[in-house]
């Protein structure tokens, strides 16, 4: 096994997921996500996996209800989203609408410089891609 170097982001969120092994693979399919960790939970789902995109890492499971994690198929509403950056937003949306993702929000430039659309993933996660880099407007 060769190993990389370690990922410097120092946030990795969390999505819970009914069927996380298909939704593992079409986050990769469709958004462009690389499948770095999968572990089995035994059971035909997953205990906990990592995705990467850039230096950037989420981690996918399959629910679990007893811990009030669940998929937002399993709700009214979804409490957030998950932003992500990326250099070619225009692509991304093109390879997201060949794997049949939702879109939510179509491609648009932004009074604030980022360039970006919205999706839904099959669940029910929202995500967007676009330029945006957190910190560009911050004052030290």
Known sequence: MTKTAPITSNLYPTLSYDDAPAA???????FGFQKRLVVP???????HSELSMGPGVIMVSTSKPEEGRASPRNGPTVGGGI????DEPDA???RAKAAGAKITRDIQDEEYGSRGFSAKDPE????YFGTYLPGSYWES
């Open 124 to 127: 029910g996660h929202d995500w």
């Open 92 to 94: 991304c949306l093109a």
């Open 24 to 30: 593992i693979e079409w986050l990769c399919k469709a």
């Open 83 to 86: 932003c992500v950056r990326v």
């Open 41 to 47: 939970d035994g059971k035909g789902g997953v205990a």
